[in-house]
């Protein structure tokens, strides 16, 4: 399996049509015993998503791993270098949290701004956050309209907050909003209804 993600909207779809395999690549989905094995050929292979999905497993514990935060971040590394932006998104994560890891805002600083470069919201959104908080307000602003327009509703939440604050123009949130609308709407599909009210 090419371990692509799709949403559960295409998983529906896919299922409706009588195929159980990968929606993306077509192939039979591995059973759990046999995931782990799978995941761990393609890391050996060099494969980066494969590197970021070995990372979440042991981030998490799951397929019988023990917890290991410290691994998991190794396979993040390694595949963020390789240019996957949700292992860049998880790095910087875990150093802002600075559980496991020392805590280190430049490094999570480094690590969400590849990633949102590289189009993941979250760490847009996330970037915003770390502005405002540091009282750089125009600059999370730039962060939450991005990421507003992109779907994230947190972000559209905070412009919002920030109009109402004084912090933005009536403008911004207008534009905020009509983009957010319409990422939602390009999104929308009845599958996905569907499926967020089944698997959510």
Excluded at 59 to 73: C, F, N, P, T, W
Excluded at 93 to 115: I, M, N, R, S, T
Excluded at 149 to 172: H, I, P, Q
Aim: hydrophobic share 40%; charged share 25%; aromatic share 8%.
């Amino acid at each position: 399996c090419c371990m692509e993600e799709v949403c559960n909207g295409c998983v529906l779809a896919a299922r409706k049509r009588g195929m159980d395999d990968c929606p993306f690549c077509r192939t039979p989905r591995p059973d759990k015993s046999q995931a782990l094995a799978m995941i761990q050929t393609r890391v050996a292979a060099g494969d980066p998503v494969a590197m970021f999905h070995l990372g979440t497993e042991h981030e998490i514990g799951s397929y019988g791993l023990q917890k290991d935060v410290l691994r998991a971040v190794e396979l993040y590394l390694h595949a963020a270098e390789l240019g996957v932006n949700k292992a860049h998104h998880n790095l910087g994560v875990l150093f802002v949290e600075g559980k496991v890891v020392e805590k280190d805002a430049a490094k999570a600083f480094q690590h969400y701004e590849a990633a949102a470069m590289c189009g993941q919201v979250s760490a847009r959104h996330n970037l915003g956050c770390r502005e405002y908080d540091a009282g750089n307000y125009d600059l999370a602003l730039q962060h939450f309209l991005i990421s507003a327009m992109l779907g994230c509703e947190d972000s559209l939440d905070n412009v919002g907050r920030m109009f109402m604050a004084g912090l933005a123009t009536k403008t911004d949130y207008a534009a905020a909003l009509r983009g957010y609308q319409d990422a939602i709407e390009e999104m929308s599909s009845p599958d996905r209804d569907v499926a967020k009210a089944c698997w959510n």
